[in-house]
């Protein structure tokens, strides 16, 4: 991922850069030219190819069977022999004389590192959501649907309103108490759960 200036302290994500003032101005450094840059991308995506057995040709450094690309390829590979790809276009653009169409590339390159860093955590994202599926479908389970849960609030409110239009005296959480008296074999009906969806209109 992109380096990030984070003062003396280095996170789990971004990269520890200095500031370098120079009679140019402000430089972020140790900085390094864009032929290592390239090279150093190239190794780490054909380490994540042989991990996951795709074969590398010596002599052109690309998979060697493209017959797998792009149908049944797993996702992390796709975006390896992308990058290997557009490592090869910024090479030829640079070569060729072409900067803006090379900065271009570059973006494209950087947005392609970055979702190669992402996909390991992918099964992670799935986890959590079905996580929360599961939680809804038992909190669904225990205390209804939304509009379920708002035909019993809509049945304490009646029912308080009943009560306190015949005992004028009573306080509010006494009307709660006796409310949650009544309903007090469904679910969300304690005293408080009465108190928090009523109100009292005298």
């Known amino acids: 991922m992109t380096g990030r200036y984070e003062g003396d302290q280095s996170t789990g994500i971004y990269v520890r850069r200095y500031l370098k003032v120079t009679s140019k101005g402000f430089t972020i450094g140790p900085s ?3 032929e290592t840059l390239l090279a150093g991308f190239e190794r780490q995506v054909r380490h994540v190819l042989t991990e996951h057995k795709v074969e590398i040709s010596r002599k052109t450094g690309w998979p060697k069977d493209k017959s797998d690309f792009p149908a049944s390829a ?16 910024v090479r030829h653009l640079v070569d060729k004389g072409h900067p803006e169409n090379a900065a271009k590339a570059g973006i494209v390159l950087g947005r392609a590192l970055e979702r190669m860093g992402v996909r390991p955590f992918e099964k992670w994202v799935l986890r959590g959501k079905k996580d929360y599926a599961d939680r809804q479908r038992g909190a669904i389970k225990a205390h209804g649907t939304r509009a379920e849960r708002v035909k019993g609030y809509q049945k304490l409110q009646k029912e308080f309103d009943r009560i306190a239009a015949k005992k004028q005296k009573l306080s509010r959480y006494r009307i709660a108490a006796l409310v949650s008296l009544k309903f007090g074999t469904l679910p969300g009906t304690s005293q408080r759960s009465v108190l928090r969806h009523t109100q009292d209109h005298r």
């Open 74 to 89: 797993k996702p992390i590979v796709m975006d390896a022999t992308a990058i290997l790809f557009r490592v090869h276009e």
């Open 32 to 34: 390094a030219n864009l």
